[in-house]
Nanobody, 127 residues
């Protein structure tokens, strides 16, 4: 397993933007599926977006498509989530996750498919 560290959370107004970052450390491999999940208070963890690393394949959940963009840094094991036009319902703790697989599928991933997780970063959208 790799260690994942997130940064970039905070407070934004509705319509605002935030960018989350996640970097892996430790003994990293040659291919991963990197993903973002979120968990609002009292709710189950929800898939947001996933990307192959290193590659350009990605999938974004329908609930945030057109507002959120996932990207990776192929020079290091890192993934980013650009969040635009934020809404109050985007308020949640956002988690980065990694799966040491090179077989990426454009689908909604389950948390059970990932064995490495970051500590989470709080995103609050409020006026």
């Amino acid at each position: 397993q790799v260690q994942l560290g997130e940064s970039g959370g905070g407070v934004a107004q509705p319509g605002g933007s935030l960018r989350l970052s996640c970097a892996a450390s430790g003994r990293t491999g040659s291919g991963y599926i990197m993903a973002w999940f979120r968990q609002a208070s009292g709710k189950e963890r929800e898939f947001v977006a996933a990307s192959a690393w290193p590659a350009n394949s990605f999938y974004v959940a329908r609930s945030v498509r057109g507002r959120f963009t996932i990207s990776t840094d192929n020079a290091k094991v890192a993934v980013y989530l650009q969040m635009n036009n934020l809404k109050p319902e985007d308020t949640a703790v956002y988690y980065c996750a990694a799966n040491p697989s090179q077989w990426f599928s454009q689908k909604v991933y389950s948390p059970d498919e990932f064995d490495s997780w970051g500590q989470g970063t709080q995103v609050t959208v409020s006026s």
